[in-house]
């Protein structure tokens, strides 16, 4: 790959393309390029390496080149990534269109300039699309990809084919737009925005926070008019534009010029969105939203950052508040192939009636940021009868024993009203200070309760499976 | 709570409500809206049961009642959501304030309607503000708080720790304008989508598209403005606004009355943008957003939606290209609210380690089928170090015995590339003929491989750990 600049867009494509297996050559005459590009693909590699499981392929060579020629020499694919000053872009892209292969693709990464524009001055045109990423690159797999008027069908058909082996989903624009899609909504946003902050309306912060708390949420993986269908419930978008086409007519936005719905709109926006939805019906895509929302507030909160952190402050607060047993239902998703309940869920539900003892011994949300935590060390399970999707079931826990840095605990799982066990499990839990991240004493006031907990529990009898272990004879 | 109106919205907020614990009683005049709560309610209880481990509390009750009355009677929260109709809420809420406690709050859904409109008929409008929430409502955290002209300033605190309490995020809204921050933004989005489908330059797909596979991804956890301040690099906020504030003269998007960047404008943003970024570089945000978006690529990927199933095809194709690893990565999802992979986690990859077994000794479908099948009976883990998210393990199984009926196992959980083991986990299998539910012998062909394997493994040294049992001594 050849490519004509190295900011962060380029030095963006460098690393997806590197990484990818390609051999990339970059050309850019500022200084700062080569430590950029090296940075970048730092980063990216980091990325990749959590990103997947699937063996990359052996990474491609990144050379730093000092003229354009050699870029671009017997490449296949030219991406001009300049800064977006039209006629800064031309010059490069004729440049590299003389010195290119003749069968070469030749892209701009614009974001918004016309492709038509961006042509004028090259031999081959037939051979050039704008192929616009976005940032990180090497991340969002959006690239949208828009012919100029002198562009042949077949070059945006083999760049579609080039960004898919790299991981990227290309986004052909059908016509030619300043701004093509994806910057237009951005930019009527972005506008938006400023005015908000202009008016004194809300802070930079503020308006951050009113997309990634809510609506930014669903961004990440439904867009605004499959959003829209889904409020429409079963009549979709006819009833949802016929509901709130009238809000279009109101000032919520400085943005007052608005296209007229016309009834050759509404239908056209009704056809294009039944298409869109593939025969889905609300429910399914209802049930697809939450699914697909419960994993982005868990991938947010294992980072405990935006809506993550909201969700992780309120777990917290339930987990001080936990009552000691309560009764719970086995739910559906938690049966296996066989019609069981998959084995590590009976631990999920022993580990919960650990975490609803620790609270009611006062374990809370203070005491965990103070740094005092209990881990469990050890467990041993039995299997004695099989659960059910929909059984009621209970926990009851007792403490066999503590010292100053442990607690045993032993389990019985039971199904609501019966007294014959499901499973048991026994527990050796092990305090921890989380700062220095080794076995430290209990603290006071918990320690007090676990002492007291505890010989309360001594003179309950020892269970009949405690202290077992594994073995065949 | 006392609820008034159980649309979509009405009903989102008796599920939070429920989930957290509080009685609910909600009006609505519509024959449907009693089968669409409990509907709602069902979806939310699904929702709740995978996003968190913490121990909810017991569900309050829902009931759906036959007057205003009775629903606001007695209640600490009356929410109104009834349709964007200006007078119908203004008399909602005139009679809600009659009929409720004095000291109970009033809030109002509306998603845009100015609140110094909707308390006009009030005769305590000081206990009144908005409360704008985000469907589904259960899910996204972020409510809009806005006060009226009559509104007491204690009046959002008080809404403000509510909301909080069932695990939202309150934006309180500075001024009081039509649409408050997130629907402005939304909307100028909306009207510019509306254009590109009236224009034919996209279809409502291409949209949504254009979106959820470019700056969605990022906006489900970072805004617009932290966007661009990465993009300024170390130059930040300042450095961006002087570069593409020309932009915002072309003809981007359709609106195209925007405000005017004077020095004091630009200021503003720039000192705002640098509170939002507490002291946090360029580079720390970037490396932030990278871990993020990761993560956000594999919580789509568990779904295979959207940009998770293009991440899904581009590893297809690279497993395609290479051979098979038992190497597994610990999906983000696993992390607990401590920042630890939950100890039942570790079951799943040890009984996934044993199915794996299973499945190599012939163990398949038409096995099972033909009614023989392993269940675990008792298992024995020992966690040694912590697995973080991201992390790639694999797990090593030994058989250290077995007889007709019973198999033994004990594996040891790794960090890809340690010999220092992660945890352990020691397992009795017994063979079960399902159609009888008994204990029965292992057929063959499993039978000679299980014993083969047993042999073969015999010349292993037995683990240290194994046959322990749990004791505080």
């Given at each position: 790959m050849g490519l004509l600049g190295g900011g962060v867009i380029g030095a963006g494509w460098?690393?997806?393309f590197v990484l990818n297996g390609s051999d990339v050559r970059l050309f850019d005459p500022s200084a700062e390029a080569s430590a950029r590009a090296a940075r970048v693909l730092d980063d990216a590699r980091t990325a990749f390496q959590q990103l997947t499981l699937a063996p990359l392929p052996e990474e491609g060579e990144l050379r730093i080149v000092d003229s354009l020629e050699e870029a671009v020499a017997g490449v296949e694919l030219v991406q001009e990534s300049a800064p977006e000053r039209i006629e800064l872009k031309r010059g490069l892209l004729a440049e590299g269109d003389r010195a290119a292969p003749p069968d070469a693709l030749i892209c701009s990464s614009t974001s918004g300039l016309r492709p038509s524009e961006l042509q004028a001055e090259m031999e081959r045109p037939e051979r050039f699309c704008v192929a616009h990423p976005f940032n990180p690159v090497y991340l969002l797999p959006l690239v949208e990809l828009c012919a100029g008027v002198r562009t042949a069908p077949e070059t945006v058909e083999r760049a579609g084919a080039v960004f898919r082996s790299v991981g990227m989903q290309p986004l052909?624009?059908?016509?030619?737009?300043?701004?093509?899609?994806?910057?237009?909504?951005?930019?009527a946003l972005w506008r938006e925005?400023?005015?908000?902050v202009s008016d004194g309306a809300a802070t930079v912060e503020e308006v951050d926070d009113a997309i990634r708390y809510g609506a930014g949420l669903r961004w990440a993986f439904m867009g605004t008019f499959?959003?829209?269908?889904?409020a429409g419930g079963e009549e979709g978008m006819r009833h949802f534009i016929r509901q709130f086409g009238p809000a279009l007519e109101w000032p919520w936005t400085h943005l007052t010029d608005v296209p007229e719905l016309t009834d050759e709109l509404?239908?056209?926006?009704?056809e294009q969105s039944d298409a869109q939805a593939d025969g889905r019906s609300p429910r399914?895509?209802?049930q697809l939203r939450d699914r697909v929302l419960v994993r982005l507030l868990q991938a947010l909160r294992a980072e405990e950052t935006a809506a993550g952190a909201t969700l992780a402050a309120w777990e917290r607060e339930l987990l001080g508040a936990a009552a000691p047993t309560s009764v719970r239902h086995i739910p559906p998703e938690w049966v296996d192939y066989n019609g069981h309940v998959h084995e590590s869920r009976y631990l999920e539900l022993f580990a919960d009636a650990t975490d609803a003892l620790l609270g009611g011994l006062g374990v809370d949300a203070g005491y965990l940021e103070d740094g005092g935590s209990f881990f469990t060390?050890?467990?041993?399970?039995?299997?004695?009868?099989?659960?059910?999707?929909?059984?009621?079931?209970?926990v009851t826990t007792q403490v066999l024993d503590s010292d100053e840095k442990r607690l045993h605990l032993f389990h019985v799982l039971l199904r609501d009203g019966e007294a014959d066990p499901l499973a048991t499990a026994e527990?050796?839990?092990?305090?921890?200070?989380?700062?220095?991240?080794?076995?430290?004493?209990?603290?006071?006031?918990?320690?007090e309760k676990v002492a007291e907990l505890t010989q309360q529990h001594g003179s309950l009898p020892r269970p009949e499976r405690a202290g077992r272990s594994v073995g065949v004879s």
């Open positions: 460098a690393a997806r052909v624009v059908r016509s030619e737009i300043d701004g093509f899609v994806a910057d237009r909504l951005l930019e925005a400023l005015w908000l499959l959003t829209y269908r889904i509404v239908e056209r926006i009704a399914e895509l209802e060390v050890e467990t041993h399970l039995s299997h004695l009868r099989q659960l059910e999707a929909g059984d009621r079931v209970r527990q050796m839990l092990l305090h921890v200070d989380t700062t220095s991240g080794r076995a430290a004493p209990v603290r006071e006031p918990v320690r």
